[in-house]
């Protein structure tokens, strides 16, 4: 059977990810780390057509969602893997990178193993309603709403991403007041994707999520979960205990299969309700952080995505202060990732804008993203 795990001989061959790309695919390997079982529902991540405006040419990356892996679907993720990486290219090779390095190699330090994780207590799933710990979230995300904002019309920021010591990529994205979003890798590139009405809220790969995220800014906590997991395509979302179960197992088998076939061992993971929250407070941890990343200068993105961060158990939040400015530091522990890594974000206290990104992965460099937030006015650019 030929499948994501087939592509990973081919990473060595790629070039850098273009933006957003790599985290995207980091995001997708701790995933799967936290659940081998989920590498098929990552492929919810591969985004369709979106573009990313250079200074010079426009690259587009293409990738599809065909789980029966015909010839031209294998072409198709051939060829993109062999070119310069665009925005959501790469996803489903990085799962099932993940799926490998936790099933063949768990003598990386502090790495997993599939289908071992510690058991998340058997006690009845908390309220997602958010607790004191994590109200400080729901705090912000109700004043950013009202906030109003400096000079100008849109908010440009400029995302550097360093991986270990070396620096992967960095970013320009345009976010309008009237929720526009344009991206380049320089202002130029940014310009570009104006004069071309490249509306990456619009018409780009993380539209969906971005989507949900503003939904969820004016949803009940618990609905706002629903509907960010539902337009990533996660399967066990909203299901009865009984079509959960069934659809837990089908995933579970199938990446026994997937991994066996690639000489690893993987022990399904029996189904609960305690398991399937850990997943889906783990799925929803990668999706609202993608729409983070993606869409930081639009409050509405904000508002949402902390409003359903304060839904995670395992996520903690504490006052902070960042180069002289009061900051909110969230933190998401290896509980979140099935016992393996972090990741850690740091946002303004009064705009909730992200201010750093710093993500742990057994086996991998460090991975940390800054960002630097300035009004503009978009004409002027």
Do not use: C
Request: hydrophobic residues 40%.
């Amino acid at each position: 059977m030929t499948d994501e795990l087939d592509l990973i001989g081919e990473l060595g061959k790629a070039e850098a990810l273009r933006p957003e790309a790599y985290q995207r695919a980091r995001t997708a390997l701790r995933a799967a780390m936290a659940d081998p079982g989920t590498v098929r529902l990552l492929d919810a991540m591969s985004m369709e057509n979106t573009t990313v405006e250079k200074a010079s040419t426009m690259e587009t990356t293409t990738t599809t969602r065909d789980h029966k892996f015909s010839p031209e679907t294998q072409r198709r993720r051939r060829m993109s893997m062999k070119s310069r990486l665009g925005i959501g290219a790469g996803v489903g090779v990085a799962a099932a990178a993940a799926v490998v390095a936790v099933a063949l190699n768990s003598s990386a330090p502090g790495a997993g193993v599939p289908g071992d994780n510690p058991p998340v207590a058997a006690s009845a799933p908390a309220a997602v309603d958010g607790s004191a710990e994590r109200a400080p979230l729901m705090t912000l995300a109700g004043s950013i709403k009202t906030a109003t904002p400096p000079a100008g019309d849109g908010w440009l920021v400029k995302a550097t991403q360093v991986h270990g010591k070396k620096t992967m990529q960095v970013i320009y994205t345009l976010y309008t007041d009237d929720h526009a979003i344009y991206t380049g890798d320089s202002v130029k590139g940014v310009k570009r994707a104006i004069s071309k009405n490249q509306d990456q809220l619009k018409d780009g790969g993380y539209a969906p999520l971005l989507k949900a995220a503003v939904a969820a800014a004016d949803r009940s906590p618990a609905d706002g979960r629903t509907l960010m997991l539902k337009a990533a395509g996660d399967r066990l979302v909203g299901l009865d205990s009984a079509a959960q179960k069934t659809e837990w197992d089908k995933q579970q088998a199938a990446a026994q299969v997937i991994v066996k076939q690639k000489g690893g061992n993987f022990k399904p993971k029996p189904y609960s309700p305690q398991a399937v929250k850990a997943h889906l407070d783990n799925a929803l941890w990668a999706y609202s952080t993608q729409a983070l990343s993606a869409g930081d200068g639009n409050t509405e993105v904000r508002a949402g995505v902390l409003r359903l961060l304060s839904t995670i158990d395992a996520v903690s939040v504490k006052d902070s202060t960042t180069n002289g400015t009061a900051t909110l530091t969230i933190i998401a522990g290896p509980e979140v990732f099935g016992g393996a890594g972090d990741e850690v974000l740091t946002v303004d206290a009064k705009t909730g804008m992200l201010v750093k990104d710093v993500s742990t992965v057994p086996g991998l460099p460090k991975s940390t993203t800054t960002y630097e937030s300035s009004r503009v006015t978009a004409a002027e650019l």
